[in-house]
């Protein structure tokens, strides 16, 4: 069992910055992938980024690649997810979420956190 709580998120003007961070219990956390979704009101959860468990592979969507990075430290049990350039079309709720390999797909994570409010003002 994996559980992850996300932080960071919050109100930012159009161009800004903010770093997310989900902190997970697990001492296993080091054997998974870790992904970070969002999702707007109205629309589906949708894939930002993912990271390998060592950290040596990340991919992104085309949507935020060049301006968000994702980032883990094992040692601390934490992934985060620097967002730069930020855009209103950027307002969501963030949630990271744990894989056992590397994927997009959300019905391949098996544990969540409870999300984090980050809203981009133009």
């Known amino acids: 069992q994996v559980e992850l709580v996300e932080s960071g998120g919050g109100l930012v003007q159009a161009g800004g910055s903010l770093r997310l961070s989900c902190a997970a219990s697990?001492?296993?956390?080091?054997?998974?992938?870790m992904g970070w979704f969002r999702q707007a009101p109205g629309k589906e959860r949708e894939f930002v980024a993912v990271?390998?468990?060592?950290?040596?592979?990340?991919y992104y969507a085309d949507s935020v690649k060049g301006r968000f990075t994702i980032s883990r430290d094992n040692a601390k049990n934490t992934v985060y997810l620097q967002m730069n350039s930020l855009k209103p079309e950027d307002t969501a709720i963030y949630y990271c979420?744990?894989?056992?390999?590397?994927?997009?797909?959300?019905?391949?994570?098996?544990?969540w956190g409870q999300g984090t409010q980050v809203t981009v003002s133009s």
């Open positions: 979420a744990a894989a056992a390999t590397l994927s997009v797909p959300p019905g391949t994570y098996n544990y």
């Open positions: 697990a001492r296993t956390f080091s054997r998974y992938a």
């Open positions: 990271i390998s468990w060592s950290g040596g592979s990340t």
